[in-house]
């Protein structure tokens, strides 16, 4: 998250690129990162910079004591610079193949060593045509509102956890404020594609007494490696905006 000096335009700037995929700064709920990053920008970014505008509205319309309650422990920017680094030292290494052992480009002009070359090569192929093709799965952020603020939350999610389909598996969750002491919950969940958002909304909103409505805040391809930490991480729940 290398924002620069937040004060400047050139900060804003990279703040607003920052948050071009992001909801939050760090992870997919409100957390106290951006209470740091926001008392750092001093300002209302201009409407040009309208990730981070959206964002700043976002994180403004809290007052103090709500902003403290946020997640998280209060770090330095310094601190979220540095998570920002690991992150994406950590995603180039995973984008390393285990089976590039040999340099397909070699420039050897030795014809037994091309030949033994070239049958790794068909080797390589026919063993990775051999492999089972991986299950295309979706990673889901789901927003639950319920009807007010007088409904058990607990029990609302309680009653979501319940559903239970052949190809979904349910993550980390999480309340988010919204207005007038209603929250809504924040809940990720992976599906198969044999699995349909429209039945899974279907099922959720069966439950008419404590759900008024349920909308998908956030849909995307999710590798098998990736899997585990979808599900697992708060981040990624907070990320999506509430609407």
């Given at each position: 998250?290398?924002?620069?000096?937040?004060?400047?335009?050139?900060?804003?700037?990279?703040?607003?690129?920052?948050?071009?995929?992001?909801?939050?700064?760090?992870?997919?709920?409100?957390?106290?990162?951006?209470?740091?990053?926001?008392?750092?920008?001093?300002?209302?970014?201009?409407?040009?910079?309208?990730?981070?505008?959206?964002?700043?509205?976002?994180?403004?319309?809290?007052?103090?004591?709500?902003?403290?309650?946020?997640?998280?422990?209060?770090?330095?920017?310094?601190?979220?610079?540095?998570?920002?680094?690991?992150?994406?030292?950590?995603?180039?290494?995973?984008?390393?193949?285990?089976?590039?052992?040999?340099?397909?480009?070699?420039?050897?002009?030795?014809?037994?060593?091309?030949?033994?070359?070239?049958q790794r090569v068909k080797a390589h192929?026919?063993?990775?045509?051999?492999?089972?093709?991986?299950?295309?799965?979706?990673?889901?952020?789901?927003?639950?509102?319920?009807?007010?603020?007088?409904?058990?939350?607990?029990?609302?999610?309680?009653?979501?956890?319940?559903?239970?389909?052949?190809?979904?598996?349910?993550?980390?969750?999480?309340?988010?404020?919204?207005?007038?002491?209603?929250?809504?919950?924040?809940?990720?969940?992976?599906?198969?594609?044999?699995?349909?958002?429209?039945?899974?909304?279907?099922?959720?909103t069966e439950f008419e007494d404590l759900?008024?409505?349920?909308?998908?805040?956030?849909?995307?391809?999710?590798?098998?490696n990736e899997e585990k930490s979808f599900?697992?991480?708060?981040?990624?729940?907070?990320?999506?905006?509430?609407?």
């Amino acid at each position: 998250m290398n924002f620069g000096d937040l004060q400047s335009d050139d900060g804003l700037v990279l703040l607003n690129n920052f948050l071009a995929d992001k909801s939050y700064i760090e992870g997919y709920c409100p957390s106290q990162g951006d209470v740091v990053v926001f008392e750092a920008v001093k300002k209302v970014p201009s409407a040009d910079l309208e990730n981070a505008l959206r964002w700043y509205n976002h994180i403004s319309s809290f007052d103090d004591a709500e902003r403290q309650k946020f997640q998280g422990q209060r770090q330095s920017l310094e601190y979220y610079k540095r998570q920002d680094n690991q992150e994406k030292h950590e995603s180039k290494l995973s984008s390393v193949n285990p089976d590039d052992d040999f340099d397909l480009f070699s420039n050897n002009d030795n014809e037994e060593e091309s030949e033994i070359r070239k049958q790794r090569v068909k080797a390589h192929i026919e063993e990775n045509a051999k492999k089972p093709a991986p299950i295309a799965k979706s990673g889901i952020i789901l927003d639950v509102k319920p009807w007010d603020d007088e409904t058990n939350m607990e029990e609302l999610e309680k009653n979501v956890r319940s559903i239970e389909l052949d190809g979904l598996i349910w993550g980390t969750s999480c309340f988010v404020p919204i207005a007038y002491g209603i929250r809504i919950l924040k809940i990720a969940c992976v599906i198969e594609n044999k699995v349909s958002t429209d039945l899974l909304e279907e099922r959720i909103t069966e439950f008419e007494d404590l759900i008024q409505s349920v909308d998908i805040a956030l849909f995307r391809n999710t590798p098998q490696n990736e899997e585990k930490s979808f599900l697992q991480h708060l981040s990624v729940v907070e990320s999506a905006d509430v609407s």
